[in-house]
């Protein structure tokens, strides 16, 4: 996973304060997944492809390989919010997610 400039020491802090990314804690289980999500994605983003296009499919391999473990959307929430300050890719993961709940949040 590449870091933002100054970054990755924010997320070693994060990591360590949540169980070091146990999944079956938590917190834990928030970096568990942002980890793994963001590798996925940063290795199909470095062979060309829009992360707009592969944000979704790469959350959903990361959760069926989290088996017995249901993430939930707050969790998701927490993981985009972490990995949009920490992470290279992360304004473009922030305006992908800003995009897909505005499709699937009900408005007023």
Not at 19 to 36: C, L, T, V
Not at 45 to 60: F, T, V, Y
């Amino acid at each position: 996973m590449k870091f933002v400039k100054g970054k990755e020491k924010v997320w070693k802090e994060g990591l360590k304060r949540n169980a070091n990314g146990k999944i079956s804690d938590f917190g834990g289980a928030i970096y568990y997944f942002a980890e793994r999500w963001a590798n996925a994605m940063e290795k199909r983003i470095e062979n060309g492809e829009k992360l707009l296009d592969i944000a979704m499919e790469e959350s959903s391999k990361v959760l069926k390989e989290m088996e017995n473990y249901i993430l939930s959307g707050f969790q998701m929430m927490c993981a985009i919010s972490i990995l949009s300050e920490v992470w290279k890719y992360g304004e473009e993961l922030k305006y992908w997610s800003e995009l897909f709940f505005k499709d699937v949040m009900p408005s007023d």
